[in-house]
């Protein structure tokens, strides 16, 4: 009787919490043994099953408060005495049977926030990964080229009694101030590196009232920096800090000059002190001046006019045009005017200065146009076609300025040449694997790349200086023969 009121004071214990338990236990006190093991037994494996339901709904509970609710049902277990124990067994259904201490362990083993963490996939291996991007390179059916390809220097710009280089340099700065205030000496060392005749840039984006900026002092900076130069500046007039041009010609359109120079493939070298300049000497008087005749600051067409996109310099053999071609925008909201407007006139006027001057026509600068699958690097990418630049009608009307008497020097000099660009996203980082756009150009008349006895100037060369930072664009020079 001990034996059977012990585990009885235990179940009383728990009926006093739990008052729905109290009738069962007290009729299992007043009934006869073989009944009173049932109703305890039932009454056991009840409080059993409310435990564990109370653990499936508190998943957020420990593993250590599972482990204190399973001892304390088996420690009310353990009191019924073995033969009781017995018969529970073998009446017990599946579904309340209790469930073995190993299994019972692997059921609660990842209720922990430690254990969870096993649930989240582990990353891929690095084959898998290798796997993913090779498969990723056979989607991309466009053309990838960022290698560049050597140049060979056509030309060694040394002066002779009879004749004389002439050196012409351009670059889109994008924004003067902003490199004058970060590289305050990339102007000056570009024109001792290209001993520059003529330097012209593009997007200054400049307003006549900025030169006099007491913060800036950009009036004191080119007086000081390019002393040997004579300043010649196109403003626009129609929005502040955009677009603009500027040309500066050497004083006595430079000194007789010897240049050093056997490979552009050392010139195209990754680090400045690697890169071999092109080295200048002076050796006297210029034996026959080349000063400019005249320089316009706009291209007499005043519908054009507004946002300082020209410079015309007239030299004794050929007229010089610098000129910011307008973009076509983002959204291609100009590529109307850029096609159908602004290239028709310009080229019109290029055709007149030919004519009217009688003498061949050079314009340069920043055209805003990537004429074929050599100026680009990804030719073939879906995105081009309704990108400003690379467009259907931009190109066409590249092939039709072509297609009336001009040349695009690079290309003609260098036909064969890949990887050679003149600009590069900043905000993709295309810079360094050289994933950019041939978007700046020399072009003239065809009369200057024949080189016959009575012909004053003979194109020789034109590269480009990847290695000089400080915009998104990079110079690009043209070296002429100026003949007596």
Known sequence: MNIILSPLRNLLLLAAQCPFLASP???SVQSSPASRSLQIH????????????????LKSSSSTNNNDEEAASNKIFASIPTEEKKSTKKRASPKTAAVAPDKKKAATKRTSPTDEADDVVEPPTAAA?????????KLVTHQQWTEMTP???LWNPIATENSRPFTIVSWNVAGLRALVKNRPDALPDLCRRTNADVLCLQETKLQMENMDDKKSKLREYFTEKMLDYDCHWSYSLEKKGYSGTAMFIRRGAGEDKGKKQSKSGDFFASSANDSATIDSKTKGDDPFPFPPINVKTELGLPKH???GRTIIAEFPSFFL????????????????????????????????????GNKPVIWLGDLNVAHNEKDTWNEGAKHLAKSAGTTAEERASFDVQMGAGFVDVFRSLHPDARGHYSYWSQR???????????????????GLMEDGDDDMAIVRDSFMIPDALGSDHCPIVLEIEIRK
Not at 129 to 137: F, G, L
Not at 323 to 352: A, H
Not at 428 to 445: H, T, V
Request: hydrophobic fraction near 30%; charged fraction near 35%; charge should be positive.
């Open 151 to 153: 140049l060979t220097r």
């Open 305 to 307: 006019d507004g946002e």
């Open 25 to 27: 236990l007290l009729f």
């Open 42 to 57: 039932k009454t056991i494996h009840t409080l059993v099953a409310m435990s564990r339901r109370s653990s499936t709904r």
């Open 428 to 446: 993709a980082g295309n810079r360094e694997p050289n994933k950019g756009l041939r978007l700046d150009y020399f072009i003239c008349s065809k």
């Open 321 to 356: 045009t610098n000129v910011y071609v307008p973009n076509s925008g983002q959204k291609l909201e100009r590529l109307d005017y850029r096609t159908n407007k602004w290239d028709i006139d310009f080229l019109t006027k290029m055709q007149q200065l030919e004519t009217e």
């Open 129 to 137: 990964a290798a796997e993913v991007k090779e498969k990723k390179k």
